[in-house]
């Protein structure tokens, strides 16, 4: 209690940082100055004037940035650390002490980690571990097996589509029907006019089987194919199908083993085709053909080629002995490269306008000679001239028999030399001049080599014998003779024999 003290001035207390007291100036010492203020006005961070000197703050040590964590990266909270006394907090001497403004610069520190997020319900993960936990796990695992079902449903699903069709409509590009007529003289309009007119002759025997092709000569019914094709046809009989897929029972008219020749007959076929017969005199190498015929049973096929040589000697089938037995023929051919197999025997060979100039009989297979069925094209095919199968038919429809043609000599088939030599056969067989026969009357001897007919080198007894078959009995042929060294001409006119 100040009363009842006796009054005075008052002392005067200095004020100094940290609280600590001095001594008290004398009473006559010079009254305390006011502390200088800044001459900014008011300064809320207590900076000392300028020009003036003031307790500065040592600078804060230098900290380097860290690595930022990537976004979304939870951070450990920081510890808590002591707070700092900034030494422009303190109260500056002679100064009075003015509080610092709590905000957003209060104790700021640049290079301070980011603040920690607030902890979410439950315990926090710890540093290190996996963020998610294993509900996370579960999802991503659910995730790829769900990709995989699908992935492999939707891969089922678009096969199945695909091979039934149900993707979508598929439409290829395509040119536009168009007219189907064709030119009369094309393989096309050939084939169109004489496919009906052909025929597959099955033939049943007793031990074996074969098929082969013939064709309609006239509308009585009678029809034209090879004597190798129905010669083995036994009990079974003969059955020809047509075109249009008739099948009819066949009467066999008559054969000739020395041509290749036969003709069957059928009864009660209504709408025959009969196809036109040419001239196969009037034909030239090189000239388009059209074979028709059922190879290996394939009824209608149509090959085209041309003619590739004329009056080609060939001879097929029996026994090559003799002189001119009925077992082989002898045929002066026309050679195609018209595709022939087997199975295309009987059938016709056609020219350019549709007409039969030959009829296919044999082919030549590679590494075999000239066979009756079996092997295959290799595009040596021959055929009979029309002209020779026409005169053959009409004999075997007038009289179920052909006549031959002959000029009275047997022909030494050994002989290896240039030309036919007239002798006897193996084993002495055979007389080798005919007396009275044509050649007898030419005077065509024993011994004697034939080198050429009408001026047609032949090269062999076979040769010979195809020159003469490819005529007429009664015509007239001139043959050249060597005896002795030199060569005469003589004059025969063609006798007859009867085929078989």
Known sequence: MDEGKAGGPQPTW????GGASG????????????????????DPYGTPPRGGPGPWAPAPPVRRPAVTPPYGTLLPPQPQTQERTDPQDRPRTGAASEPRPAGAFARYDPWAPPPAAP????????PGAPSGGPRRGWAAAAAVVLALVAGTVGGGLGVYLERHGAIGTVELSQAPAEDTGRSPDSVAGIAARALPGVVTVHVSGATEQGTGTGFVLDHRGHILTNHHVVGSAGSGGVRVTFHGGET?????????GGYDLAVLKVDGVTGLRPLPLGNSDSVRVGDPVVAIGSPYDLAGTVTAGIISAKERPITAGGDHGGAGGSDVSYVDALQTDAP???GNSGGPLMDARGRVIGINSAIRSAGRGLPESGGGSIGLGFAIPVNQAKRVAEELIGTGRATHPVIGVTVDMEYSGDGARVGAGPGGEGTPVVPGGPADRAGVRAGDVITAVDGTRVHSGEELIVKIRSHRPGDRLELTVERDGRERPVTVVLGTATGS
């Open 248 to 256: 009819v029972a066949a009467e066999i008219v008559g054969t000739d």
């Open 14 to 17: 200095w004020s100094r940082p």
């Open 119 to 126: 902890p979410a319900d439950g315990p926090s993960p710890a």
């Open 340 to 342: 022939i197999n087997p």
């Open 23 to 42: 001594p008290r100036p004398a009473d006559d010492a010079r009254p305390a100055e006011p502390a200088p203020r800044p001459l900014d006005g008011h």
